[in-house]
């Protein structure tokens, strides 16, 4: 028994010391830096509401290029660009072995960088694609599906070596991830560009992207951070494999389907709006699998929350991805898309989900990895902890308002005697406090920031010195 | 199936893009073909049929203000389309007038979809023939001189340049051109 306890607490340890992590240590903080420079960006698009003349006569600041280089930088810069970073971290761990290409995993974060830099400057150039998220033009677009060709190499070859034959959840939906992007990204970054497809068709397949871009790209990249993160980070097994089994087959097979539900009492063939609902409802059963799974997890652990910051942003990250995918599909629903639809009651869902639910879910597991890779303690537990409260007020402060403006502002446009311009000023208080509430979120940045970048520094300092007494 | 997928790699891959494709295929490739009226030019001849007019291709100068029109990212604040909503038509229309809504066959030469998901501006699906010239440059240049209250932002670099100005009113002034829906015909060159 003493020598199995033994040779088991080896076998950790020596599992510990083959994994290098240089990646990792790449992308995520790579990610954590453009999570700060897109925060500016953001909150200058978001005073633009407040001040329209704000930066206004410089075409390389108009919003018009902005909230493109907004949402292109926060999803490919900061949110995909960490769960890749985490994904380097726990597919070697949940597999035995080491990454299977460190060099490769390198290569893709420095090919990663100049895409990033790249869009930056063509998107306030005025050289977007002009399709909503597939903004990059093609050029930078043609870089993406050769870092995300490098990077499914390297965690399927890691998998194909794998030392434990059976798959946990997060590598299927990680395999998942990888599979569905190619499909999905082409989709709406090259067939939407074909001869022949113009107008509704076009629509079409750029919705296709959008929306599977969080469903199928953002959506199991988060849930596999989560599912690898919440078990570790409270230190208890997952309730149910056959649960997450049901949430993961589900999702495959019902999102690819609600794409036209972007298009609803819009020009576009009514049964095809009407698939779109119905399988935008059935989304919940994914979503209450995985909810039902994580919360499940918790069961007499919820105690650690007071102290585990960690904890904190994953579980609140799995409320916020609940409330989401209820409104969601309630949007889908044509009564309410008539009131909500093309209103600011959209980007405050769209937040929820980007901020509330998958850049929580990936700041917990930055918070978690970089000071075990860094092989040092977090900088500061407080700032942390800090960081999750600003994080917390700042969006809930940001989503509320932009319902409770968004869902006022559509019952007056149902209203034509109202003035469309009557509408838009009726906005502005709701702006202001969506520009305050931003301020209050990009402190939260700023405290990740630092937080993370000096226990990097620590960690790196700790190490020289210990190469220095060697 | 399912069940071997979590040892089995190539049984995950399989089942992963199969489950994908289904959907996939039948949301995308499968209505254009089934809904012709998303490849068919809108032509009408026959008054009793609702509007009459006909869907022309653009011109290279309407091309031009197209091509401006995507670059400024115009589209993240005004929608082109007038849903099947009673108060979309209304506020489509004109002088008394009600807008059709919005059908597939009116933007068969749209070379770049402009939809768009958010109303931060007034939806432009039937702006074409509304403004002159003369207010389109008043307002790219400081849109409050007109609409006080507006939030819009300042295009003094297209105002200012007479040829992007020309190409861009020229390319709004298509927005719901093809139906030839205002019984007056009063449209602004």
């Excluded at chain 1, 909810?291 to 904190?312: C, E, P, R």
């Excluded at chain 1, 469309?420 to 509430?437: C, E, G, H, K």
Aim: glycine share 8%; proline share 5%.
């Amino acid at each position: 028994m003493a020598t199995q306890q033994g040779s088991a607490s080896a076998a950790a340890l020596a599992n510990q010391d083959i994994h290098q992590d240089t990646t990792v240590k790449w992308f995520l903080l790579g990610a954590v830096g453009y999570f700060a420079i897109v925060g500016i960006i953001a909150l200058i698009i978001a005073a633009k509401f407040v001040w329209p003349q704000f930066l206004g006569t410089i075409p390389y600041f108009t919003y018009g290029r902005m909230r493109p280089l907004h949402v292109n930088g926060m999803l490919f810069g900061w949110l995909l660009a960490a769960d890749m970073g985490l994904a380097y971290y726990f597919v070697p761990r949940l597999c035995g072995v080491k990454l299977w290409s460190e060099k490769l995993g390198v290569a893709t974060s420095i090919l990663w960088n100049i895409i990033i830099i790249s869009a930056i400057f063509t998107l306030l150039g005025g050289y977007q694609k002009g399709f909503e998220y597939a903004d990059l033009p093609t050029p930078v677009a043609v870089l993406v599906v050769i870092a995300w060709v490098m990077f499914g190499f390297n965690i399927f070859a890691t998998i194909l070596t794998r030392k434990y034959n059976q798959m946990y959840v997060s590598t299927w939906y990680l395999m998942g991830t990888i599979l569905w992007t190619a499909f999905v990204y082409l989709t709406g970054n090259f067939a939407t560009l074909l001869p022949g497809i113009t107008g509704v068709n076009q629509a079409n397949l750029n919705w296709m992207y959008t929306h599977n871009a969080v469903g199928l790209i953002f959506t199991p990249a988060g849930l596999a951070v989560a599912y690898y993160f919440i078990p570790r980070a409270s230190n208890s097994p997952l309730y149910s494999h056959k649960l997450s089994m049901i949430g993961f087959w589900s999702l495959a097979f019902v999102y690819v389907w609600t794409g036209a539900h972007h298009m609803l009492h819009g020009p576009i063939s009514q049964w095809l709006q009407t698939i779109s609902i119905v399988f935008s409802v059935m989304l919940l059963i994914p979503v209450w699998a995985v909810v039902y799974n994580f919360i499940a997890t918790m069961k007499g652990q919820w105690h650690q929350l007071g102290d585990n910051v960690s904890l904190k942003f994953l579980m609140s990250g799995t409320i916020f991805y609940l409330l989401t995918c209820f409104q969601g599909p309630m949007h889908s629903l044509r009564s309410v898309n008539a009131i909500v639809s093309k209103t600011d009651w959209i980007p405050g869902h769209a937040h929820m989900a980007v901020l509330g639910t998958f850049s929580f879910l990936a700041m917990a597991g930055v918070y978690y990895v970089i000071p075990r890779i860094f092989k040092t303690t977090l900088h500061s537990e407080s700032l942390a902890n800090w960081s999750f409260w600003l994080f917390l007020i700042g969006g809930l402060g940001m989503f509320t308002a932009l319902w409770l403006g968004g869902f006022w502002q559509g019952w007056q446009w149902n209203n034509p005697s109202i003035p469309f311009i009557d509408t838009v000023v009726a906005l502005q208080p709701v702006w202001m406090v969506r520009f305050l509430s931003g301020i209050i979120i990009f402190l939260g940045i700023v405290l990740f920031m630092f937080n993370i970048v000096s226990t990097a520094i620590s960690g790196g300092r700790n190490a020289s010195e210990a190469t220095a007494r060697s | 199936m399912l069940g071997k997928t979590d040892k089995n790699a190539s049984w995950f891959v399989v089942a992963a893009l199969g489950l994908f494709f289904i959907g996939g295929l039948l949301t995308t490739v499968a209505p254009p073909l089934l809904d012709k009226s998303w490849s068919k030019p809108f032509e009408n001849h026959d008054p009793a049929k609702g509007p009459t007019g006909k869907l022309v291709a653009y011109t290279d100068q309407e091309m031009r203000g197209y091509r401006i029109y995507i670059r400024e990212g115009c589209k993240y604040c005004h929608t082109q389309q007038t849903r099947t909503l009673l108060s979309d038509t209304k506020r489509s229309g004109w002088k008394g007038v009600d807008s059709p809504v919005s059908t597939p066959d009116e933007f068969v030469y749209d070379w770049r979809q402009t939809f768009g998901t958010k109303r931060t501006g007034p939806d432009l699906s039937r702006i074409g023939g509304k403004y002159n010239k003369q207010w389109h440059k008043a307002h790219f240049n400081n849109p409050r001189d007109l609409v006080p209250g507006s939030i819009m932002p300042p295009f003094p670099w297209i105002a200012n340049n007479p040829q992007e100005l020309d190409d861009l009113v020229a390319y709004l002034q298509t927005r719901g051109r093809a139906k030839d829906w205002r019984p007056d015909n009063d449209y602004e060159q």
